[in-house]
């Protein structure tokens, strides 16, 4: 095979790191912007953390979007029931919250969120079996079955919970902030970014390291061939929605906390931001998910600090410009 | 020799579209069977519906005597069922050996395997580590192919491979074709290319709208140029 000699060149792969610069770019855009380097600091570092508590609820809705074509418009039922369930937890332990030892709030906190999660994984089950499962592959009828699922889900924890907001108080050790210099960082914003670093790390990890992720990112590109090797996808993607389910959860856990409110409506807004961010990143990619989540928190908080009236508008805006520039998203991992 | 691969009045429809109507046909044990047509003739959805990726509506496909045109996909594959599509539809976003590590399935690569198929294309161990995305058409074709013979199969469904490829690379591939032959393995190949069908073939059948209108020997088509005429509209030779 002689003009496949071993002597070519070995193709360099390109790193395609445009994207990653972006909100980079934009943070530095924005120092001259804002004037006073704490208020930008503030702004950055709440950014990050809006950024990682979206991308914790958006991660699990471009895996199934990219790798079943799948249109979830109920994922918001997942993320308020995640947070209604923590409340069950937070309740009988008021007083292990209030407590001023940080391991004794996290022996709250922790099974709370497990808790939330596992709830939040089975009712993906539910969903994907009873829901999604006979519209595979009929786009309208997928928003129309996951949208009633979501009005279904909203109306019963209003009528378990009641219509009023429940009060969830932040831990009292996650309460106050980190002082440096003259920035205030708030710490619970350090630990919605640490936790949703260390889930963006493991989601890599387990896509990239293992050949259940092999499996993921080869469906997310071509479900096809992959059931042509002899592999059935429908558990894999059974499996990647509940862990999208669970993963919703836990972001509708740290982002009632954030709040310190929940409601049964609370992922309306959200749901908004997460298919924006969905669609900047481009669907199925991880990667573009994590930098798209970053974009749009940078975006509504910058954007909130400079331009109020805006405010409302600027991650549509965003999104237009996105994809003026990468019509399949920042990466684009599918031909959707 | 027993038929590995049987196909009984199957229709499929698509859509509103009634593509294959009543095919029957049958593949010998070990030996390579060409499946010739016009663009349009039904060849690519006759392969697509043995790997059930597109349903049969009615009629019977058996696979070494067992029923298969219920079955899914993956359990098609399962019994050992290879298919190299069209669209070569390697994983761009994975590696060379990643590819491969999927298409071995349960079982660890085998070495002497691998060997082989690195003997046929070499570029394959050079970009080893490469994102498939990066390979040349041809080196993605090498890859489709040595994935579905990665592991021992025992039918090949393999459409089109030549498609769209440098002369020097077929030449190749055809040898590589050749020698899984020589091993024993069960073919179907979908070819347009001439000197690929008859190097390769040793049945051949020719489909016309959704039907077979021709079977035989691949030899006696490739020495009667009235015969592909009437059949193929032109000669095979103009088909290269």
Known sequence: MTDLAATDPLPKPKRDIAPILLPVALALLMIPLIGSTSSWLTLTAASLAMGMMIFIMASGLTLVFGLMDVLNFGHGAFIAVGAYVATLVFAPFAASVQADSLWINLAVLAPAALLSMAVSGALGLVVERVLILPVYGQHLKQILMTTGGLIVAEQTLYALWGPQIIPMPLPTSLRGSFILGDVAIAKYRVLAMLIGLAVFIAIQLVLNRTKLGLLIRAGVENREMVEALGYRIRRLFLGVFMTGSALAGLGGVMWALYREQVHASMSDDLTVLIFIVVIIGGLGSIGGCFIGAILVAMVANYGGFLVPKLALVSNILLMVAILMWRPRGLYAVTSR | MTDLLKLSGVHTHIGRYHILQGIDLAVPEGQVTMLLGRNG???????????????????????????????????????????????????????????????????????????????????????????????????????????????????????????????????????????????????????????????????????????????????ALAADVPLQERLLGLSLEAHQ
């Open chain 2, 41 to 219: 003739a039904g060849k690519t959805t006759t392969l697509r519906t043995i790997m059930g990726l597109w349903q049969a509506s009615s009629g019977e496909i058996s696979l070494a005597g067992e029923r298969i045109e219920s079955r899914a996909t993956p359990d098609i594959a399962r019994l050992g069922v290879g298919y190299v599509p069209e669209s070569m539809a390697v994983f761009s976003d994975l590696t060379v050996k990643e590819n491969l590590v999927l298409a071995a399935r349960d079982a660890a690569m085998d070495d002497k395997q691998l060997e082989w198929i690195f003997g046929f294309f070499p570029a394959l161990r050079r970009f080893w580590l490469s994102r498939a995305g990066s390979l040349s058409g041809g080196q993605k074709q090498m890859l489709s192919i040595a994935r579905a013979i990665i592991e021992p199969r025992k039918l090949l469904l393999i459409d089109e491979p030549t498609k769209g490829l440098a002369p020097a690379i077929i030449v190749a591939l055809i040898e590589c074709l050749k020698e899984i032959k020589r091993k024993g393995a069960t073919i179907l190949l979908v070819e347009q290319n001439f000197f690929a069908a008859r190097e390769l073939g040793d049945n051949v059948l020719v489909m016309d709208n959704g039907t077979i209108v021709h079977r035989g020997e691949m030899a």
